[in-house]
C-alpha cells in the first residue's frame, strides 16, 4: 500500500513538472520533428504520428467552432506553422517507406484501398478534387480574408486607441478597463498579423502534397521496376495505391485544418457580454431565427417536386422538413413574445433618473439633427470641465409630448432650470436687426432671457450665406442657454460620484498624491471640500493646487469648510487674476476693522457648526451700508474683501440678504496684485 502510495506520488510529482514547463514540451517535440526528417521510422510509429496528426487538426476545427472572437485562440498562427511542418515531416517519413519498402503503414494503405477501390484513375482524381478545393478554394479565399483583415487592423488602430483614451479621460471606464482594452487591441492587431503570414503556410503545405504525390508516384515505379523488379503493371498496381493513401493521408488533415482556419479568421466577433455565444448557435440562431424564411423555402422545395425528371420524394421530404422547423420557430417565438408580455406586465422597471435632462417636445424633436445635438452636449460638458474643473454628468435627451406651453426645457435634479417655447424649421440669425432690415428677407424677433433671437425659415439659409449672414441652427440656439445656465447648478451637481470621477482622472498623472489624498479625504469627504468653492465660482481646473492643499492642512484640520478656506488661500494666484483688471489691481471695497470685531464676536459654535448672530438693529445697519456702497458701481460686480475668519460667513449673511457678489480675504490676495481701495463697509 505504502509503495503505491508513493508510485502515486512520483507520477504527480512528474505531471507538475511538465505541466509547469510547457516550453520543454514544445522543444522536445521540435526536435521530434527534425528526427522524423533525418532518421528512417518503423512502420507503426508512422502510424501513431499520422493518428497524432489527425486528432490534433480535429481538436483544432472544434476549438475553433466555439471561438467568440478569432483572437481568443491567438496561438493560431504558431499552430499552423507546427502542425505544417509536423505534416511535412510525416510526409518525408512516408515517402522513405514508400520508396525504401514499398510499405508505409496500416493507415496509409487503408486510406489507399479504400479510396481507390480497384480503380487508379478514380482515386487520383478524389485526390486531386480534394487538394483542388483546399488549395483554389478554401486556402485563398482564407488568405484574402486575413490579408485584408490585418490592413483594416492596422488602419484601424489609430482610432480605436483614441476612443479608449477619450473613455477613459471621460471617466466612462476606469485604468484597468483602459489597460485591458488595449491589451486586447494589441493581441487582435498582432494576431491579424500573424495571420496573414500565416496562410502561406497553409498555400504552401497544398502545393507541397501535390509535389509529393508526384514524386511518390514517378520514383515509386521506377524504384519497383528498376531495383525490385517488379513488373511495370504490378509496380502501378502497389504504388498507386500507396501514394494516394499518402496523399489523402496529408491532404485531409490539411483540408481540416485549412477550415479550421478559414472559419477562425472569418468569425465575426460578438460583445464579450455574450458568453455562450459559438459558431454552431450563431448559425442556426441566424438562419432559423425567423419561420417565414423557413416556410419560403419549404414553398420553393414543393415547386422543385413538380418538376417533370426531378424526384418528388426527396424534394416533398425537404419540404415537410423546412415547413416543420418554421412551425416550430413561430411557436417558440409566439411563446417567447406571451412570456415577453408576462414579464413586462410584472416588472417594474426601476431605473435611475438622470441628474441632468433635456426634454424636448416631439414636434421640435423631429426637426433636429440628433447627431449634432449629443456632439454639442458633449461640447457643453468638455468646455465646463475645461472652465470650472468639475466633470458635468451626461446630458439626455427625452422626448415630450406636444401641446405644453413650451416646446423644451432644461431639467435639473428634478426642477426645470430653464425653458422655451421656439418656432420650428426656423433659424437663428447673428447679425443686428438692422443687417437682418437692409435685406428683403422676411423674420421675427423674440427676446428670451435678455437675448434677442432674430428668426428665419430655415429654407433661407442658403441666401442667409449667400448675404453673409452668420446664423445658428436650432440645436446650437437651444445648447447655448443649456450651456449659459448649467454653470448656476455647479454647486448642486457636484457629489460624491463626480469628486471620486475628479480623483480618478488625476491619478493618470499624479498617482502618488491623488493616493496620498484619498487617505486623508475620500470621495464623500472632498464633495463637502469642493462645494463651497464651486459656489463661489472659484476655478478647480488647477486641481494638483487643491489636492496638495488637503494633503498639507488635511492632517491638521477636519472641519471641510475651514479646508475649504486654506484651499482658497492656496489658489489666491488664480482668485486674484480671476478679479484683477489689466493694471494687476482687484477694485474692492473694504470691511472696516470694527466691522470685523462685530462679526467675530456674533459668531456662535455649536455641534452643527458656526453661524452669526447679529441683532436685527446691526443685520439691518450693515445691510443698508454694503446698499449704500454697491449703488456707486457702475460697471463690473463689487468685490468685497474682509478678514479669511469671518470671510465665508461675511458671505453667506450678504447671499442671504440678496447681495451675491465675491467676498475674498486679505490672505487670497496674491502678492502679484495690488488692491484698489473702492471704499468702507462700516457697522454702524
Keep these: 500500500m505504502q509503495s503505491r502510495r508513493s508510485i502515486l506520488l512520483k507520477s504527480q510529482n512528474l505531471l507538475r513538472g511538465i505541466s509547469g514547463q510547457y516550453e520543454v514540451v514544445l522543444v522536445i517535440l521540435l526536435i521530434t520533428i527534425i528526427f522524423m526528417i533525418i532518421l528512417p521510422l518503423p512502420t507503426w510509429l508512422v502510424d501513431f504520428f499520422i493518428g497524432c496528426n489527425i486528432g490534433l487538426v480535429l481538436l483544432i476545427l472544434v476549438i475553433v467552432f466555439y471561438l467568440k472572437s478569432p483572437s481568443d485562440l491567438s496561438t493560431l498562427p504558431s499552430l499552423l506553422l507546427f502542425a505544417t511542418v509536423f505534416r511535412l ?84 471606464i476606469d485604468i484597468e478597463e483602459a489597460k485591458r482594452r488595449r491589451t486586447k487591441l494589441r493581441v487582435e492587431n498582432d494576431f491579424y498579423g ?37 513488373a511495370l503493371g504490378d509496380a502501378v498496381q502497389i504504388y498507386s495505391v500507396l501514394t494516394v493513401g499518402d496523399g489523402l493521408v496529408s491532404q485531409v488533415p490539411a483540408l481540416i485544418m485549412a477550415i479550421g482556419t478559414g472559419i477562425a479568421i472569418t468569425r465575426i466577433a460578438k460583445s464579450d457580454e455574450d458568453e455562450d455565444v459559438n459558431l454552431g448557435s450563431d448559425i ?21 417536386a413538380l418538376v417533370p425528371g426531378f424526384p418528388p420524394i426527396t424534394f416533398l421530404s425537404l419540404a415537410a422538413l423546412f415547413g416543420l422547423a418554421a412551425y416550430a420557430v413561430s411557436r417558440r417565438s409566439r411563446q417567447d413574445v406571451d412570456m415577453t408580455s408576462l414579464e413586462e406586465g410584472t416588472k417594474v422597471d426601476y431605473q435611475v433618473p438622470t441628474i441632468i435632462r433635456l426634454e424636448v417636445a416631439q414636434s421640435l424633436l423631429k426637426t433636429l439633427n440628433a447627431e449634432k445635438l449629443s456632439e454639442n452636449l458633449g461640447g457643453i460638458r468638455a468646455r465646463l470641465y475645461a472652465e470650472i474643473g468639475i466633470p458635468f454628468p451626461e ?63 430655415r429654407s433661407q439659409t442658403e441666401a442667409l450665406t449667400d448675404l453673409g449672414l452668420d446664423f445658428q441652427d436650432m440645436e446650437d440656439v437651444i445648447c447655448k442657454f443649456v450651456e449659459k445656465e448649467l454653470p448656476s447648478y455647479a454647486e448642486e451637481i457636484i457629489g460624491v460620484e463626480e469628486a471620486s470621477k475628479l480623483l480618478d482622472v488625476m491619478e493618470k498623472r499624479y498617482q502618488t498624491l491623488v493616493t496620498a489624498v484619498r487617505k486623508i479625504a475620500p470621495p464623500e469627504q472632498l464633495t463637502l471640500i469642493l462645494r463651497p468653492l464651486v459656489a463661489e465660482k472659484v476655478p478647480l481646473t488647477n486641481f494638483r493646487i487643491v489636492m496638495e492643499a488637503i494633503l498639507e492642512w488635511g492632517p491638521k484640520e477636519s472641519d471641510p469648510s475651514a479646508l475649504s478656506e486654506f484651499v482658497r488661500i492656496a489658489l489666491a494666484r488664480q482668485i486674484s487674476d480671476q478679479y484683477a483688471n489689466e493694471d494687476h489691481k482687484i477694485p474692492a471695497y473694504i470691511l472696516d476693522p470694527e466691522a470685523e470685531v462685530l462679526l467675530r464676536d456674533a459668531l456662535m459654535h455649536n455641534s452643527l457648526g458656526s453661524f452669526l448672530t447679529l441683532t436685527a438693529e446691526q443685520s439691518q445697519v450693515m445691510i443698508e451700508n454694503v446698499s449704500a456702497a454697491i449703488g456707486n458701481v457702475d460697471e463690473n460686480e463689487p468685490v468685497l474683501i474682509t478678514a479669511m475668519d469671518i470671510r465665508q460667513h461675511m458671505r453667506k449673511f450678504l447671499k442671504n440678504n440678496g447681495f451675491d457678489f465675491p467676498v475674498l480675504s486679505h490672505k487670497e490676495i496674491h502678492s502679484d496684485i495690488e488692491i484698489f481701495p473702492l471704499g468702507i463697509i462700516n457697522a454702524s
Design 395 to 457: 446630458v439626455s435627451v427625452l422626448q415630450i409630448s406636444d401641446g405644453k406651453k413650451d416646446n423644451w426645457k432644461l431639467v435639473i435634479e428634478g426642477v426645470k432650470a430653464v425653458s422655451g417655447n421656439f418656432p420650428l424649421e426656423k433659424v437663428n440669425v447673428i447679425d443686428a436687426v438692422q443687417d437682418l432690415e437692409a435685406t428683403a428677407l422676411e423674420f421675427e424677433t423674440m427676446k428670451f432671457r435678455s437675448v434677442e433671437l432674430k428668426w428665419v425659415e
Design 89 to 172: 515531416a510525416i510526409s518525408i517519413s512516408t515517402t522513405r517507406l514508400i520508396l525504401s519498402e514499398a510499405d508505409a503503414g496500416e493507415i496509409i494503405l487503408a486510406f489507399g484501398n479504400f479510396v481507390v477501390g480497384g480503380s487508379i484513375i478514380i482515386g487520383m482524381v478524389v485526390f486531386l478534387i480534394i487538394t483542388i478545393v483546399q488549395f483554389i478554394v478554401i486556402t485563398k479565399g482564407s488568405e484574402r480574408v486575413a490579408e485584408v483583415s490585418a490592413r483594416f487592423a492596422l488602419d484601424s488602430l489609430p482610432g480605436k486607441q483614441l476612443s479608449i483614451d477619450s473613455d477613459l479621460r471621460a471617466g466612462e
Design 194 to 230: 500573424a495571420m496573414d503570414g500565416a496562410m502561406k503556410f497553409v498555400k504552401g503545405d497544398a502545393i507541397a502534397g501535390i509535389i509529393i504525390i508526384a514524386v511518390n508516384l514517378i520514383g515509386g515505379m521506377g524504384v519497383g521496376v528498376a531495383q525490385n523488379g517488379m
Design 284 to 304: 442556426i440562431y441566424e438562419l432559423a431565427g425567423s419561420g417565414r424564411e423557413l416556410a419560403i423555402a419549404g414553398f420553393a422545395m414543393v415547386l422543385f
